[in-house]
């Protein structure tokens, strides 16, 4: 799905079949940072430690823009809008003029941060046109909640990223009831973990560990 949610995923047994363990790590599933952590295990836990082998998985097809509701009414108001772009560094608003020129329509994921610029904290406005959302997190104050910034030639608009689209994110079936309350339902979302990514462990390693086991209790 398009977003940007490390997560890490801890898959154990006993008596690992050969053909499901890799001589060492492979990208893009052991990243460098869990390669390090590895590294630093006691001797004892790092000679019991498994590099799954796993396919590689398909390419990502959908982007952010693609899972958006097109009509919605959430709009914030032209000052909001306003106010938003005037927090972003001189950097950021430097592309977001560079994307009014190409007069494409495209949009992007926001998040307000503070930094440290001079010395004093700043909050800022860090803004993606990547095609990716930001990590969707659960809403712990308004710099949590995720904004997206539609640009359109000279017009620029901004809204909250509705519960929904979230869900969408995480690979949510539209007939899977959310909270009716925002909080509540932005909540189970932050908490949760991606649909497709546990679908493809699931038939990718974890149902071929289970049908090993299982051959092992019944030989």
């Known amino acids: 799905t398009p977003q940007?949610?490390?997560?890490?995923?801890?898959?154990?047994?006993?008596?690992?079949?050969?053909?499901?363990?890799?001589?060492g790590p492979s990208e893009p599933f052991h990243s460098q940072g869990l390669r390090n952590v590895v590294a630093r295990l006691?001797?004892?836990?790092?000679?019991?430690?498994?590099?799954w082998r796993l396919d590689a998985p398909a390419k990502r097809n959908t982007r952010l823009a693609d899972l958006l509701d097109e009509h919605s009414d959430a709009w914030n108001s032209d000052e909001q809008t306003t106010k938003l772009v005037s927090q972003m560094s001189a950097l950021?608003?430097?592309?977001?003029?560079?994307?009014?020129?190409?007069?494409?329509?495209?949009?992007?994921?926001?998040?307000?941060r503070i930094r440290i610029e001079h010395?004093?904290?700043?909050?800022?406005?860090?803004a993606r046109f990547d095609g990716l959302a930001g990590c969707?997190?659960?809403?712990?104050?308004?710099?949590?909640?995720?904004?997206?910034?539609?640009?359109?030639?000279?017009?620029?608009?901004?809204?909250?990223?509705?519960?929904?689209e979230a869900a969408?994110?995480?690979?949510?079936?539209?007939?899977?009831?959310?909270?009716?309350?925002?909080?509540?339902?932005?909540?189970?979302?932050?908490?949760a973990v991606c649909v497709p990514v546990v679908r493809w462990l699931s038939q990718h390693l974890l149902a071929p560990l289970s049908g090993a086991a299982s051959a092992r209790k019944s030989a």
């Open 4 to 23: 940007s949610r490390p997560r890490l995923f801890i898959i154990a047994t006993r008596n690992p079949p050969a053909h499901l363990v890799a001589s």
């Open 42 to 51: 006691p001797d004892a836990l790092r000679k019991r430690y498994v590099w």
């Open 92 to 112: 950021q608003r430097a592309r977001l003029e560079a994307l009014q020129e190409s007069g494409r329509r495209e949009v992007g994921a926001v998040f307000r």
């Open 119 to 126: 010395g004093e904290r700043v909050q800022r406005a860090e």
């Open 136 to 164: 969707l997190r659960t809403p712990a104050g308004g710099s949590s909640r995720q904004l997206l910034l539609f640009v359109e030639g000279k017009q620029i608009r901004s809204r909250l990223l509705s519960p929904r």
């Open 168 to 191: 969408r994110l995480m690979g949510v079936p539209e007939h899977y009831p959310l909270p009716s309350g925002q909080t509540a339902a932005l909540h189970l979302i932050g908490d």
